[in-house]
């Protein structure tokens, strides 16, 4: 019985020095904590309270853009480490490509000079960088407000004419006017698409299937090469431009018409350019089967919004119809924007620009009033197309890479601006231009492969606009090889600081300024002055 005693009194020291939670907690806190706690007697100090919470904001905003800089930085390396790694694994073995005698450096120069279709653009799930961000309340701020902006535009547009006509005036006749003689666009269109459907894709089947047996390869592939050429040149080329000219299209309706004809011409290159090299190695490697597309492949990347050809695309697992929708409505109000720019900040200032005598005040002038709608129409063409229109499309078609875009306004150089603006095109131009120049005349010809890229890019640009403008006024064009050459050397990718995204934004404004100002001047111009009533 006394040992059972002395136990139990031992039991219960021990429990009295053992540590609990709420010592331990106690214990960890600090000394100016506690002696805080005991000189306010169990009253809290406000005081205090506040001051050490500012505090550890203030030490948690010192600590976020360092925190925040390194996750990013580690981010990058591991989706670029990641994409390599799975560019390799898709690529073929170099043994299986090259014989076994050959020497490390006649494979290392083969592989350099060979541009084989599965080291071209690789596609993964991955959604737009707005949808992104409009998740950030701060981002979705900045689209509430042109939004706001919209609805200023409206009701200054009503008020005027209400003030002018002593009543509300809700026509369109701009955007009817623009839109006209949608009838023969479609027909138009749809002959343009069954073409496209139909004669490339046969061609390549009958060259595909006839080449392995023909016993003049080279002129049996000559013979092909020229049907589709022709079809290029004069099927999608001449014929689309000449129907928009001689059935006068008014300007958006001839857009229509000559973007889709660009459009087509670029998707039956690319399918092509996929196609015939991957026939060329099964022949090489007497390979039982020829490798030709099902006609379904071929009519999804038709539709598909990329001009890359691929059999198969990362796809999305449902069709979200309310994101559609959301996005043709955000389509159709991009496209009311612009009606209200062009109606109430460019056709007051250039409607009487024709009859007036040039001097050169005014045209600064009107240069640098013309910046504000210039850079709207910029934001809204990239928004309504890049964006929303693609992305529409995409999820119809459940096409689960929407990378159409980067991050082009963080850029700090033009040489960056010119591959994140559009990423759809500049991967064609890439991969087709620049590589398969670089392939054919190798690759001391950097700066040349470049040159030719530039003169194709602006040369379409400037067609594009010369033939829905109904007039030949090369100032895109020489905007384009003149200072966009210039600036891509001097503003390159080793210009980093914050003042160089300043000066690229500048003189994107001033481009801009300049291409709206000029265009309309001419439109006016012509209008006021036709050419066919000028005599002799």
């Known amino acids: 019985a006394t040992m059972a005693g002395e136990d139990c009194v031992r039991k219960r020291q021990s429990g009295s020095t053992s540590k609990t939670p709420e010592n331990e907690e106690t ?13 306010s007697n169990g009253r809290v100090d406000v005081d205090h309270a506040i001051t050490r919470k500012m505090q550890l904001i203030a030490e948690a905003e010192q600590l976020k853009p360092v925190f925040m800089k390194e996750v990013d930085s580690h981010f990058t390396e591991f989706v670029n480490s990641l994409v390599a790694k799975s560019a390799l694994l898709d690529s073929s073995s170099p043994a299986s490509l090259f014989p076994a005698s050959c020497s490390e450096k006649e494979l290392h120069r083969a592989k350099t000079l060979r541009a084989p279709p599965e080291h071209g653009k690789i596609f993964t799930a991955r959604r737009s960088l707005l949808d992104e961000l409009f998740e950030v309340s701060h981002i979705r701020t900045i689209y509430h407000m042109f939004i706001a902006l919209l609805i200023v535009f409206i009701l200054s547009t009503l008020l005027v004419d209400f003030i002018d006509e002593g009543r509300l005036v809700l026509g369109f006749d701009l955007l009817v006017f623009v ?4 009838p023969v666009v479609f027909c138009t269109w749809l002959c343009m698409f069954s073409a496209t459907v139909i004669i490339p894709y046969n061609l390549f089947v009958w060259w595909a299937q006839g080449y392995c047996s023909s016993s003049h390869r080279r002129i049996y592939s000559f013979f092909y090469g020229m049907l589709f050429t022709l079809f290029q040149t004069a099927g999608l080329g001449f014929g689309p431009t000449y129907i928009a000219v001689s059935y006068a299209l008014p300007p958006a309706s001839r857009f ?8 087509l011409v670029m998707k039956a290159h690319s399918f092509v350019r996929e196609n015939v090299p991957r ?3 099964s022949v090489k490697d007497k390979s039982s089967t020829v490798p030709i597309p099902r006609i379904s492949q071929y009519l999804y990347f038709l539709f598909a919004p990329t001009l890359i050809y691929r059999d198969n695309y990362p796809r999305s697992p449902v069709i979200r119809w309310g994101y559609v929708a959301t996005k043709f409505a955000q389509v159709l109000g991009s496209l009311f924007y612009a009606y209200y720019i062009f109606v109430r900040l460019c056709i007051p200032q250039f409607l009487n620009s024709g009859q007036e005598t040039f001097n050169l005040r005014g045209l600064v002038l009107r240069i640098f009033n013309s910046i504000l709608p210039g850079v709207l129409i910029l934001f809204l063409v990239f928004f309504a197309f890049l964006h929303c229109w693609l992305n529409a499309f995409a999820e119809m078609l459940r096409f689960a890479d929407r990378m159409f875009y980067k991050d082009w306004w963080n850029s700090t150089s033009y ?6 603006w559009n990423v759809v095109v500049h991967d064609w131009l890439y991969y087709y231009a620049y590589r398969d120049f670089l392939w054919f005349f190798g690759k001391k010809f950097k700066a040349a492969a470049m040159l030719s890229v530039f003169t194709v890019s602006a040369a379409v640009h400037e067609y594009v606009l010369s033939i829905c403008f109904g007039f030949f006024y090369p100032v895109l064009f020489c905007l384009f090889m003149c200072f966009g050459m210039v600036f891509n ?14 000066i690229m934004w500048t003189s994107l404004f001033l481009g801009q300024g300049v291409i709206i100002c000029l265009y ?13 009533n000028v005599s002799d």
């Not at 214990?27 to 000189?39: L, V, Y």
Request: glycine share 4%; net charge positive; with cysteine.
């Open 279 to 281: 026939v060329l190695s």
């Open 489 to 502: 050397f001097i503003l390159n990718d080793r210009r980093k600081g914050p003042i160089w995204n300043v």
């Open 520 to 532: 309309s001047q001419e439109w006016y111009a012509r209008c006021h002055c036709p050419m066919e």
């Open 256 to 263: 229509i018409v000559i973007l889709e004809q660009v459009r």
């Open 179 to 182: 839109f006209g003689k949608f």
């Open 415 to 420: 040489a960056n601006y010119y591959r994140t």
């Open 27 to 39: 214990q960890r806190r600090p000394e100016n904590e506690r002696s805080f706690q005991n000189a």
